[in-house]
């Protein structure tokens, strides 16, 4: 199972999942395998960011690649053991923030979520919980500008949105009815994909935040991730 793609350079794709699964893919579709330190975590999330491509894990580790000398470095944090690092985005400044839970969440197990929010320096020499909840998983995080950085937050019934400017006061911002995997902002909108409840294969649920647009997919199972194509939506489901 691959888990995430990240776009490198124009001609280069980096995708990542199971057991540390880790390949390079061209333009033409060419396909290999990228020889790194592999501790076989399940990569959850690629990002790259000028010189550096940073690597999200399942278990409190973070890779990151140096593009001008090719070097791997290898980031573990203690404090986390146990816990994935589910999301990750690159802040303004250029460090992270990295958000997630108990790992067993990630695989479907029931597990109590002890949800955080992190922010990391981007040498990855130290790391701080800027939000935590022992109830909620925290499934992504959202650069949103004007409203700062969003979190989605999950207790087992319903979504919370919240965001902060500060990372020390956070705000409520929504409340949804299931399980919202994924948020993007599209133009003026923050849309939102997931599924209706635990049972990731059936009803998948889509919607935005300003319209008040919500729709259920009976058809599918939960949509993990979407992006805009011309005037409609393209996404992936269960």
């Given at each position: 199972?691959?888990?995430?793609?990240?776009?490198?350079?124009?001609?280069?794709?980096?995708?990542?999942?199971?057991?540390?699964?880790?390949?390079?893919?061209?333009?033409?579709?060419?396909?290999?395998?990228?020889?790194?330190?592999?501790?076989?975590?399940?990569?959850?999330?690629?990002?790259?960011?000028?010189?550096?491509?940073?690597?999200?894990?399942?278990?409190?580790?973070?890779?990151?690649?140096?593009?001008?000398?090719?070097?791997?470095s290898v980031k573990y944090f203690p404090e986390f053991d146990g816990k994935c690092f589910y999301d990750l985005i690159i802040l303004p400044e250029g460090n992270?923030?990295?958000?997630?839970?108990?790992?067993?969440?990630?695989?479907?197990?029931?597990?109590?979520?002890?949800?955080?929010?992190?922010?990391?320096?981007?040498?990855?020499?130290?790391?701080?919980?800027?939000?935590?909840?022992?109830?909620?998983?925290?499934?992504?995080?959202?650069?949103?500008?004007?409203?700062?950085?969003?979190?989605?937050?999950?207790?087992?019934?319903?979504?919370?949105?919240?965001?902060?400017?500060?990372?020390?006061?956070?705000?409520?911002?929504?409340?949804?009815?299931?399980?919202?995997?994924?948020?993007?902002?599209?133009?003026?909108?923050?849309?939102?994909?997931?599924?209706?409840?635990?049972?990731?294969?059936?009803?998948?649920?889509?919607?935005?935040?300003?319209?008040?647009?919500?729709?259920?997919?009976?058809?599918?199972?939960?949509?993990?991730?979407?992006?805009?194509?011309?005037?409609?939506?393209?996404?992936?489901?269960?």
């Amino acid at each position: 199972s691959f888990y995430s793609i990240a776009r490198i350079s124009d001609n280069e794709f980096w995708a990542g999942g199971e057991s540390g699964v880790l390949k390079r893919i061209d333009s033409l579709g060419n396909v290999s395998s990228i020889d790194y330190p592999n501790l076989g975590h399940d990569i959850l999330k690629i990002r790259s960011h000028k010189n550096s491509i940073y690597i999200a894990t399942s278990n409190a580790t973070i890779y990151r690649y140096n593009k001008e000398t090719s070097d791997f470095s290898v980031k573990y944090f203690p404090e986390f053991d146990g816990k994935c690092f589910y999301d990750l985005i690159i802040l303004p400044e250029g460090n992270l923030a990295v958000c997630g839970g108990a790992m067993g969440i990630a695989k479907a197990e029931k597990r109590i979520p002890k949800g955080f929010v992190a922010l990391v320096d981007a040498e990855l020499d130290s790391i701080e919980v800027v939000w935590k909840s022992i109830r909620r998983f925290v499934w992504s995080v959202l650069d949103s500008n004007e409203s700062g950085i969003m979190a989605v937050t999950f207790n087992g019934i319903n979504t919370r949105l919240i965001s902060t400017k500060d990372f020390k006061n956070w705000k409520n911002e929504a409340r949804i009815k299931g399980l919202v995997h994924r948020v993007v902002k599209l133009e003026d909108n923050l849309w939102y994909s997931g599924t209706r409840n635990l049972r990731y294969k059936q009803k998948g649920i889509m919607g935005n935040q300003n319209a008040k647009f919500k729709s259920t997919i009976n058809e599918r199972g939960c949509l993990w991730s979407f992006c805009s194509v011309g005037e409609s939506i393209a996404y992936t489901s269960y």
